[in-house]
C-alpha cells in the first residue's frame, strides 16, 4: 500500500481511477479499531492498487477527498473508486474481505 503524502498525489490517484479501480483507506493511527482495518486491507489480496492516508496528519488530503467525493468523513473509511467516483464504502469494523469482495462485485469490478 501506499501513503498519499500531498493533495497531488490524491489527485492523481483519483485521476489513476479513470483508467482502474482503486480502494483507498483513512487510517487514523490513534484508533484501535483503524489499526484492524488497515491490516485487513493490507492483507486483503486484489491486484487492485491500495493507497491510503493517515488522518490526523493529513488532515488537508482527508478534507479533500471528503469535498471531492462527497463522502462525510469517517475514520477508518475504505473507498473503492472508479471512473473519478467512489462507488463503494465502508468504515469501522465493516472493512472486511468479505465486503471488499461485495463492493467490488456488486460494481461489476470483481
Given at each position: 500500500?501506499?501513503?498519499?503524502l500531498?493533495?497531488?498525489e ?9 483508467d482502474?479501480p482503486?480502494?483507498l ?15 485487513r486491507?493490507e ?5 487492485l492498487?491500495k493507497?491510503?492516508?493517515?488522518v ?6 482527508s478534507?479533500?477527498?471528503e469535498?471531492?467525493?462527497g ?6 473509511q ?6 473519478g ?7 469501522h469494523?465493516v472493512?472486511?474481505?468479505n ?5 467490488l462485485s456488486e460494481n461489476?469490478l470483481a
Amino acid at each position: 500500500m501506499k501513503e498519499l503524502l500531498t493533495i497531488e498525489e490524491w489527485k492523481e490517484v483519483l485521476e489513476k481511477s479513470k483508467d482502474e479501480p482503486i480502494l483507498l483507506l483513512k487510517h487514523s493511527t490513534t484508533c484501535p479499531i483503524s489499526t484492524g482495518a488497515f491490516d485487513r486491507v493490507e492483507a486483503f489480496e486484489t491486484t487492485l492498487p491500495k493507497y491510503w492516508l493517515k488522518v490526523r496528519e493529513s488532515r488537508a488530503i482527508s478534507n479533500d477527498i471528503e469535498s471531492t467525493l462527497g463522502v462525510v468523513h469517517q475514520s477508518p473509511q475504505l473507498f473503492i473508486l472508479n471512473k473519478g467516483d467512489a462507488v463503494w464504502n465502508a468504515s469501522h469494523t465493516v472493512i472486511t474481505a468479505n465486503e471488499i469482495n461485495r463492493g467490488l462485485s456488486e460494481n461489476n469490478l470483481a
